[in-house]
């Protein structure tokens, strides 16, 4: 009974809104209105309908563009989904949402530095923004794991190398350089994952570059003469 009570208020709502589109067919704030309301109603294809009508009133509506481009996303229409929230970002470079949709465009195409671009963006001008904030997180154990797992392959191979020239030399160096190799790979990986991101003041990157370079020329010359 409360289901049907919900369904026809629902209902009412669409009539309402529908006239509205059709007293004022220019009001891009009815059109605006009525797509979310076919959304709530699951009402998608109807949606997508008023938000292209909304484009037509002012193609560069930054909220239309996105939610537009969410649907594209959630129908695997990728690249249209790109180009629409790359011209919301381009109609309103602070617009955090177009930012963050940029980010999962990035990662579902495998492109985990663009990824991290995009989040840190939409943080930087939202720091409210959850949602941009845990897929930073993800974003960077992504880079970290990806270049620890590096690091453990090579720890790996190089013993190989020692087991097949079977020399005693091969062995104290390998004893004596693997701590300094893991530490290298864990500086680029922390430059890496680091340097790139856009809510860090062009002072500190500068600073963070200085210091990773330091610490790796450190390491590669104790590797050398070890």
């Known amino acids: 009974?409360?289901?049907?009570?919900?369904?026809?208020?629902?209902?009412?709502?669409?009539?309402?809104?529908?006239?509205?589109?059709?007293?004022?067919?220019?009001?891009?704030?009815?059109?605006?209105?009525?797509?979310?309301?076919?959304?709530?109603?699951?009402?998608?294809?109807?949606?997508?309908?008023?938000?292209?009508?909304?484009?037509?009133?002012?193609?560069?509506?930054?909220?239309?563009?996105?939610?537009?481009?969410?649907?594209?996303?959630?129908?695997?229409?990728?690249?249209?989904?790109?180009?629409?929230?790359?011209?919301?970002?381009?109609?309103?470079?602070?617009?955090?949402?177009?930012?963050a949709n940029l980010g999962l465009i990035w990662q579902r195409k495998g492109d985990i530095q663009k990824a991290l671009d995009s989040y840190t963006q939409a943080t930087r001008f939202d720091p409210k923004l959850t949602t941009a904030w845990i897929n930073l997180v993800i974003s960077l154990l992504v880079v970290l794991a990806g270049y620890l797992i590096g690091t453990w392959l090579i720890r790996r191979v190089l013993p190989r190398v020692v087991r097949r020239t079977q020399t005693e030399f091969d062995d104290r160096l390998l004893e004596a350089t693997g701590g300094d190799v893991r530490w290298l790979m864990v500086t680029l990986a922390l430059y890496l994952?680091?340097?790139?991101?856009?809510?860090?003041?062009?002072?500190?990157?500068?600073?963070?570059?200085?210091?990773?370079?330091?610490a790796a020329l450190v390491l590669a010359v104790r590797i050398i003469f070890k």
């Open 1 to 99: 009974m409360a289901a049907q009570t919900e369904q026809n208020d629902q209902e009412k709502v669409i009539e309402e809104f529908e006239k509205k589109c059709a007293d004022n067919p220019q009001s891009l704030m009815a059109h605006h209105h009525l797509a979310l309301v076919y959304r709530e109603a699951g009402r998608i294809d109807d949606e997508v309908k008023e938000l292209k009508l909304s484009l037509q009133i002012d193609p560069l509506s930054t909220h239309t563009l996105v939610n537009l481009g969410a649907i594209y996303g959630e129908r695997d229409f990728i690249e249209e989904a790109q180009d629409l929230n790359e011209r919301a970002r381009g109609a309103n470079p602070e617009f955090a949402q177009a930012h």
């Open 193 to 214: 994952a680091t340097i790139r991101l856009t809510f860090i003041s062009v002072e500190l990157k500068v600073l963070l570059k200085d210091v990773y370079f330091v």
